[in-house]
């Protein structure tokens, strides 16, 4: 994801096509709470000057294999193993408990 992408004075985030599942341009909406961390991330990651908006400590883009390598890490340091711990896992979670307080899942 890019940082051109991230537009927090309207509250969303553009995802290309090779970044979605149905390969189409999507628009996601933040809120204001996600805005506010993701100001404060920008202003700290800006000194790298890279184009991308997820950076490494040393300033260069980090790859879809390493939050999914990180998470599982993280999975095993937490003792997780009857879950697999991964991105489709925490988007699968957060939209039940999304739908089990009361949204609507359409």
Excluded: Q
């Amino acid at each position: 994801m890019k940082r051109c992408n991230v537009d927090l004075k309207s509250g969303y985030i553009k995802l290309e096509p090779h970044e979605t599942k149905t390969k189409r341009t999507r628009s996601v909406p933040i809120s204001t709470k996600i805005i506010k961390l993701l100001e404060e991330y920008m202003r700290e990651s800006e000194d790298f000057g890279s184009e991308y908006f997820f950076v490494t400590y040393d300033g260069r883009d980090i790859l879809s294999k390493t939050w999914r390598r990180r998470l599982t890490e993280l999975g095993e340091m937490a003792g997780i193993s009857s879950k697999r711990v991964s991105p489709h896992t925490f988007r699968h979670m957060r939209a039940l408990f999304y739908i089990m307080n009361g949204g609507d899942p359409f």
